[in-house]
């Protein structure tokens, strides 16, 4: 193995320059900084589906890496609630002087992300390197993994179907308005007959009462986009309110798709871009 530091992995002797010039220390290299770990935090829920959809997403995010050739550590996952490993669990398991990057995996900037569980970090990660990511969404690829889990009654005629993009819904008029937004840029590039906004709780309409709308305004079918990371609760209720108010079909969870692996690489990135400028 070529020695650390020596061109070439000659053989000059300890405290020689490769130069060949009279032997003097060498000045010591500074040390390594410890790999950094990722952590990435969920929602948790006490459907078992949600956490095995989790550690698929996981899996993934490190298949992805590799393919695009980046150095990312292997993914620890934490969830705020009815789940574990805990984010208190997931910090305190890691060696203290271990950087971390933590990103929420979550597709709204709402309470979890913005207040919550920064205030977990500060309480367990004081004296800690963290560098915490932006939430999933907004981001480019989550209108093509929304459209890519469409069953295919969704594509007969697009100026006929109208799409319900189901949230969870908020608290938070931002979280809420994003997904409207999201709603309002997915009608004006794929030329749906509409797309509107629809939440599982907080706020109206829900699925079923937005299902209702789009049909009585003249859509020939409607199916549903499930705006959800995980199978659990909200999922199953967007399920059965919308096809019991008439939709065609109810597309399944984002969960582990190519893209939203690739956002998770994506914010990633920009996490550390971010650590960098600030440094």
Known sequence: MPERGVPGGSSFPRGVWGDGS???EKPAEPEAEPERALVLVAHGSADPRAAATIGELIRLVAHRAAERGLGVPAPRAAYLGHAAPSVPQVMRALEPDVP?????????GAYHSKT???????????GRRITYGEPLGPHPLLLRALERRLPEVAFGERAETGVVLAAAGSS??????TVARLAAQWQARAGWYAVRAAYASAVGPDPATAVTQLREAGARRVVVASYLLAPGLFADRIRDASLAAGAAAVAPVLGASPEM???????????????????
């Open 100 to 108: 971390v990057t933590v990103l929420p995996l979550l597709l709204t």
């Open 22 to 24: 009279p032997q003097k």
């Open 172 to 177: 938070d008029p931002a979280a809420n308005a």
């Open 261 to 279: 692996a690739d956002v998770v690489l994506d914010r990633y990135q920009e996490a550390g871009t971010r650590e960098r400028a600030a440094a």
């Open 116 to 126: 919550d569980i920064p205030r977990l970090l500060a309480r367990v990660g004081a």
